[in-house]
């Protein structure tokens, strides 16, 4: 074959809509096995004022707008229970978003401290002592929970009101299958 006698426009053209049209059915793929599921699991969630799924590359991000005097464990958890079951495996991230106040947000940065802490040596009650006590001295009002996965702030102030939830490693940890601590 000739290069020079090669219809070009017409090979740049079907080459443009083949992609267009693989993108587009990628698309609609993750709109009806993700997006959606995940809207309807969210939808009915009591104590949720509003959510969102932002896409951070390939890991799908949901956002959560808890209303304020919702129960942020039970809410976190159960977001986290639906989102396991429709992404059977993929991962995830969930943000907590509030409405904090710029006097909040520099007082939770001391408090993450604290969290921190709680988390590597596993002082939960003196943790918990802490912040409410930090919480109390700027007028605040603050509410700790701590299960097997995860530790749960919640502080508010007025209207104002700020959430964070912090990780806990996996206890005990995995032993390698060799046995031994793998060194």
Known sequence: MNLRQFRWPV???TLAVTLAGLFGA???????????PLMTA???LEGLVSYQVVQAGDVPEVEIHPA??????EIYTEVDRRLRQILKGSPYGITVLGSPTAALER???RMNLYLQEAVAT?????????IAAEAASMGAEAQVAVDERRVYL???QGDAY????VERPAWPPVVPAGGGMGL
């Open 107 to 109: 007082a939770a940065e």
């Open 162 to 165: 700020l959430y964070r939830v």
């Open 68 to 73: 304020p005097d919702a129960n942020l464990r």
């Open 42 to 44: 969210l939808a009915g």
């Open 154 to 156: 919640t502080v508010r």
């Open 122 to 130: 596993g002082a939960f009650a003196a943790m918990a002592d802490r």
């Open 11 to 13: 090979a740049l053209v």
């Open 26 to 36: 990628g698309r609609l793929v993750r709109s009806q096995t993700i997006d959606q």
